[in-house]
């Protein structure tokens, strides 16, 4: 008989501080492990990386890293912050608007996130009630690529 793991997730709010991306890392590598996903680790936390430093460098004030477990191992990891414009790479009809050069050391981040996670999209969140609005870019990590979507999965 096929038993199917609950859902589980985890959300860490972040202040705006330098060190928070490394903290982010860290606890996204804990909880992996807790999981037994630790398999994931690698990419998901390159993917986390290119997500913490974008919400750090190109908005103003706290994000949160959000981990999420699905079914059939499936993981999900997102960052949020409080700015509801989407960036170039992360609209379903989107490239990146410029592609770096060969000697260039910014500007390869979410090409970077299209063509390592096995889905990615974005939610843009209105702000009511008790939600803070803004966005949230997510990705998914499959365990050994299985349900590997083409980037624009979003």
């Given at each position: 008989?096929?038993?199917?793991?609950?859902?589980?997730a985890y959300?860490?709010?972040?202040?705006r501080?330098?060190?928070?991306?490394?903290?982010a890392?860290t606890t996204?590598r804990?909880v992996?492990?807790?999981r037994g996903?630790a398999?994931l680790?690698p990419?998901?936390?390159?993917?986390?990386?290119?997500?913490?430093?974008?919400?750090?460098?190109?908005?103003?004030?706290?994000y949160?890293l959000r981990?999420?477990?699905?079914e059939r191992?499936?993981?999900?990891?997102g960052v949020?912050d409080?700015?509801?414009?989407?960036?170039?790479g992360f609209?379903?009809d989107?490239e990146?608007?410029?592609?770096?050069?060969?000697?260039?050391?910014?500007?390869?981040?979410?090409?970077?996130?299209?063509?390592?996670?096995?889905?990615?999209?974005?939610?843009?969140?209105?702000?009511?009630?008790a939600?803070r609005?803004?966005?949230?870019?997510?990705?998914?990590?499959?365990?050994?690529?299985?349900?590997?979507?083409?980037?624009?999965?979003?």
């Amino acid at each position: 008989m096929a038993t199917v793991s609950p859902s589980w997730a985890y959300t860490l709010h972040l202040p705006r501080d330098p060190r928070s991306p490394g903290i982010a890392r860290t606890t996204l590598r804990a909880v992996l492990a807790a999981r037994g996903m630790a398999e994931l680790v690698p990419t998901a936390e390159l993917l986390a990386a290119e997500l913490l430093a974008n919400a750090h460098l190109h908005t103003r004030g706290p994000y949160a890293l959000r981990i999420r477990g699905e079914e059939r191992g499936r993981l999900q990891v997102g960052v949020w912050d409080r700015d509801p414009r989407v960036p170039a790479g992360f609209r379903a009809d989107g490239e990146p608007v410029v592609v770096a050069g060969e000697e260039d050391e910014h500007g390869r981040g979410l090409q970077l996130v299209r063509a390592c996670a096995d889905a990615w999209g974005v939610s843009v969140l209105r702000e009511h009630g008790a939600s803070r609005g803004g966005k949230l870019l997510w990705v998914e990590c499959h365990p050994d690529g299985v349900g590997r979507r083409p980037a624009g999965g979003g």
